[in-house]
């Protein structure tokens, strides 16, 4: 049940990560990998962030959870400002705050059990499970669809759906308030991608769990969030309920990505162009000035090139950074679909 209260804020982070030159490593730069963010998670709820790579979703990520220290900005959770917490204060709210990572290949150590990977988070906060951590690790086996017989296997004998459910068990140990899972089914096989995010929603349901959900595939990110904030180059450009994003978008960028979304043969009578994106994304080391989207943007006008938009309320908590936003389906300049909603060969799709 999603509170009206919120687990967490992040007012006006940043991480700006230094680059260095020459023998005596004088700064000459900086990436801005995020650079101002401004948005709560209400306990309960699932608030994903979606952008193309490079936008700064996975850094996002690691600053919530603390394993990143901020250039600037505060993130308050549950009412204390953990912002530059230091390791010793910040570990017993490691208990409260978790992270599933993308690559279930990589996040377990090969030489381990699963038991000793599933109960590490007991002994490393010097926690004694009722009935023991081994009944405790095949408990929360068991809750992740895996089997408690699984104790004493080795994660090369797993498949990667089934190492993203012990990495998942892993996280659940301490039952946290909040769980960042940065692209949690994005390296996994797509049969079984729909498995884990059934999983992630049954459990949010069972344990009442918060999530931050990082992803670039928008078509998982529809079916299990509440609210979707969009990242582009370090900034949110859109942040709203999930249908107020998906049916409603008011951000260019928000409508390209969303017109790369493939559309499943029994909808194919909704016309939809796809939105070509002309360029790169820039460099987050050398950022476009004010709007960071108006060199792709068909929209773009001088004061796009001049004067940064705020992420305004343009609708109840729908909120924009645009100039120019949509105000319904955006006509798209020299494109066009034919007439059994296809697109055509000049036709290309939005990167993300």
């Known amino acids: 049940m999603t509170s009206t209260e919120p687990l967490l804020v992040a007012s006006g982070l940043r991480k700006h990560f230094p680059v260095r030159r020459g023998l005596l490593q004088r700064q000459v730069g900086a990436v ?15 608030l994903s962030i979606v952008g193309e790579s490079g936008c700064g979703k996975t850094t996002t990520g690691r600053l919530l ?43 377990l150590n090969p030489r381990h059990t699963v038991g000793t ?31 408690p017989e699984h104790y004493n296997r080795y994660p090369h004998e797993f498949s ?12 659940l140990a301490l ?24 999983l992630l929603e049954d459990l949010q349901d069972e344990l009442g769990l918060t999530y931050v959900l990082i992803a670039h595939d928008l078509s998982v990110v529809r079916h299990v969030s509440d609210r979707v904030a969009v990242m582009y180059l370090g900034k ?51 950022p476009p000035p004010a709007c960071r989207f108006h060199t792709r943007c068909w929209k773009a006008e001088e004061i ?20 120019f ?10 494109l066009s679909a034919d007439a059994d909603g296809s697109t055509g060969p000049e036709e290309t799709h939005a990167a993300g």
């Not at 801005?32 to 699932?46: C, I, N, S």
């Open 32 to 46: 801005q990998a995020v650079d101002g963010l401004d948005f709560d998670v209400r306990a309960g709820e699932t």
């Open 65 to 107: 959870t603390r394993l990143l220290e901020p250039t600037g900005g505060k993130v308050v959770f549950d009412g204390r400002d953990i912002s530059h917490l230091k390791t010793g204060a910040m570990r017993p709210l490691r208990r409260d705050i978790q992270m599933i990572f993308q690559d279930p290949f990589s996040s």
């Open 117 to 147: 990977i599933v109960g590490a988070p007991f002994k490393i906060q010097g926690v004694e499970p009722e009935g023991g951590v081994r009944k405790a690790v095949q408990d929360l086996l068991a809750l992740v669809g895996l089997s």
């Open 160 to 171: 990667g759906g089934q190492r993203q459910r012990i990495g998942i068990a892993r996280t």
């Open 175 to 198: 039952r946290p308030k909040l769980i960042v899972a940065d692209e949690p089914v994005s390296a996994l096989d797509v049969s079984i991608q729909a498995q884990v995010v059934n």
């Open 236 to 286: 949110i450009v859109e942040i709203g309920s999930r249908a107020d994003v998906y049916e409603h978008p008011m951000h260019p960028y928000t409508v390209a990505l969303l017109s790369a979304v493939p559309i499943p043969d029994a909808r194919r009578g909704r016309r939809r162009d796809r939105i070509l994106l002309t360029g790169d994304v820039p460099s987050p080391l050398d």
């Open 304 to 323: 796009c090139r001049t004067k940064e938009p705020p992420l305004d309320e343009l609708a109840p908590g729908h909120r924009v950074a645009c100039h």
């Open 325 to 334: 936003p949509e105000r319904g389906t955006p006509p798209v300049p020299g």
